[in-house]
């Protein structure tokens, strides 16, 4: 018997919990077990941002941790990224799309890469194994609510959910893909619905944020004043989206009605759509998207059968906000 077995005899341990320690590594030999890590994915859009940095940032002490010890990535040419975290975290993360040198975002209304020089965030009240979010100018309002101290999952969620109760009246949904994917969700035209109304609602903001006089900077001036770029519109018009936003579960009711305002005045008949094919590629299609005949066309092109188009469509543009 070894020494092992005669300690535990002597203490009374029965054999299952000696084996059990052993298990764990008590024995000179063994080892802990392998930590699993886990995955924050999703898209960032404003349109599409492109070669932008993505930052993870852990939630420590109430607060996000400093950006060089966040896990970090880069956005693709389809907007997505993936980040891994190895030490397999599963708390609250605040998570940041940051402009870089060569980054772009997509005009959705010329269908060309403008640069992206901006920031903007999204929060997750708990990473899982495989974690999905999506950042937007409506995610940033609800990491603008937040703040940046005495952070909590329960104050992510209510801010989540007071931004999606301001945004009702345009379909926003903070879970929903910016972009329509017909690679998983081909065959549910509910869903495809409301990821065409995200795209939909994302050039509301590009086409407010180059129109709309209404939306203004911290002093006072215009966003498109002029003289602005488009970058700079675009930026302001997010800022003064998130500026709504006055607390987690408040919002100032002027802002949020100069903003709903500025958005519902943007009819989008034209858009640049993003969308993935069943092969998994990816293309832009150009559509009026307040016609199911245009959006029917534009399907097909992305490799859609007429009659799948012409069902899904119809459904789709039940879905979506004019």
Not at 12 to 21: E, K, N, S, Y
Not at 95 to 118: C, H, Q
Not at 139 to 154: F, Y
Not at 278 to 290: C, Q
Request: glycine letters at 10%; charged letters at 15%; a neutral charge.
């Amino acid at each position: 018997m070894s020494r092992h077995w005669k300690l535990a005899s002597k203490l009374g341990i029965p054999l299952a919990g000696l084996l059990a320690l052993s298990a764990c590594g008590g024995g000179g030999g063994g080892g802990t077990a392998a930590i699993s890590a886990t995955t924050v994915s999703g898209t960032a859009a404003k349109g599409l941002v492109k070669q932008a940095r993505v930052l993870v940032c852990r939630i420590v002490s109430g607060a996000p941790e400093a950006d060089a010890t966040c896990a970090s990535g880069i956005t693709g040419a389809d907007g997505s990224f993936a980040v891994s975290m190895t030490d397999g975290y599963t708390g609250p993360a605040m998570i940041k799309v940051m402009g870089a040198t060569a980054s772009t975002m997509l005009d959705e209304t010329t269908g060309t890469d403008i640069p992206y020089s901006m920031t903007m965030r999204a929060v997750v009240p708990a990473v899982s194994a495989t974690t999905t979010v999506h950042v937007t100018p409506f995610s940033e309002m609800a990491a603008s609510a937040v703040g940046t101290s005495a952070i909590d999952a329960d104050k992510m969620r209510q801010a989540m959910a007071t931004v999606q109760t301001m945004m009702a009246g345009l379909g926003v949904d903070l879970t929903v893909k910016p972009m329509m994917d017909l690679k998983n969700n081909g065959s549910d035209a509910p869903m495809m619905g409301k990821q065409a109304n995200m795209v939909q609602q994302l050039t509301r903001v590009m086409m407010a944020a180059k129109n709309s006089a209404s939306l203004k900077d911290s002093n006072g001036a215009a966003c498109n004043a002029a003289g602005t770029s488009t970058p700079q519109q675009v930026a302001c018009a997010t800022n003064v989206m998130a500026s709504a936003m006055t607390g987690v579960a408040a919002t100032d009711q002027t802002k949020a009605a100069t903003v709903l305002a500025a958005l519902n005045a943007q009819r989008v008949t034209a858009a640049y759509m993003p969308i993935v094919k069943a092969d998994g590629t990816f293309r832009m299609e150009l559509a009026d998207m307040t016609s199911s005949q245009s959006m029917q066309a534009a399907m097909e092109r992305a490799g859609m059968t007429t009659p799948a188009a012409a069902n899904t469509v119809n459904i789709m543009m039940q879905g979506m906000m004019h």
